[in-house]
């Protein structure tokens, strides 16, 4: 067992809760918002999960096994592409309907800074629910790396390759899980943004943006990750975290000049 392996998957999984948490607590004293912005964009993560997991679990096997005799790439672009374009609808439309619906009954404003806490409360619980899968790692690591051997092990090969797998790891193979989060919360708070100003300016075209940039994100990561591995998916999140980074300054300026018009 390599402790420097250990304590990599402990500083990642810690950091993928204690960011967010930071960045919301900085925008709550900053612009004295209420946690409950913060709170809101993490439960209706949660119950949109509720409806889109069970339904992509429920479709993607079929669709793949349909779109295969027309080749494995095709197969696996077609199988992108649908799952992009389902987390594009279900999150981005729950964000409008949150807005549009929810804040209004509560009394939130739909400005700029509960804009920005909504969408780190919203790409923030996806960061912890990630943290928590890092520790199960870590725990998996721990039992299969350590020397008590008391665990007896299938004799399966592909069970064997997995274990193999893991016993191989290196820090190296766990701190870009930590990049992307932080990148994935940066287009959430733009998405988070896009979506307000759809509603904002009556502009439903932006929310179509919001849909669809999301989409082109979750399906080429899911292509990119099975083609050409996973220094290249991070590479083209990097992308489109900078692009979503540039947004959520212009969208800042744009709304703070119509707030003060």
Do not use: C
């Amino acid at each position: 067992m390599d402790l420097l392996v250990v304590a990599t998957f402990a500083v990642v999984a810690l950091l993928e809760i204690i960011v967010p948490l930071a960045l919301g607590y900085w925008f709550v004293k900053r612009f004295g918002l209420s946690w409950r912005v913060f709170l809101l964009g993490a439960l209706f993560f949660i119950l949109v999960q509720v409806v889109h997991a069970p339904l992509v679990l429920a479709t993607q096997n079929p669709l793949y096994l349909a779109l295969l005799p027309s080749g494995t790439t095709a197969a696996l672009a077609g199988l992108a592409v649908y799952l992009g374009l389902m987390a594009g609808l279900f999150e981005e439309v729950g964000r409008y309907l949150v807005y549009r619906y929810i804040f209004r009954r509560q009394g939130i404003a739909l400005s700029r800074e509960n804009g920005l806490l909504f969408g780190t409360g919203w790409g923030g619980v996806e960061s912890m629910i990630v943290a928590l899968i890092v520790l199960s790692g870590m725990v998996s690591y721990i039992v299969l790396t350590g020397d008590g051997g008391a665990i007896p092990l299938p004799d399966d090969p592909a069970v064997q390759a997995e274990i193999e797998a893991v016993r191989a790891l290196t820090p190296l193979d766990i701190l870009p899980g930590l990049a992307e989060r932080m990148m994935t919360i940066t287009l959430h708070i733009a998405w988070s943004l896009m979506v307000l100003a759809a509603l904002v300016y009556g502009q439903k075209a932006l929310l179509a943006l919001a849909i669809l940039w999301h989409a082109a994100v979750d399906a080429a990561a899911v292509y990119l990750v099975q083609t050409q591995g996973i220094w290249v998916t991070e590479a083209m999140v990097f992308v489109f975290a900078v692009i979503g980074l540039v947004y959520i300054f212009w969208e800042w300026r744009r709304m703070g000049a119509r707030a003060a018009s």
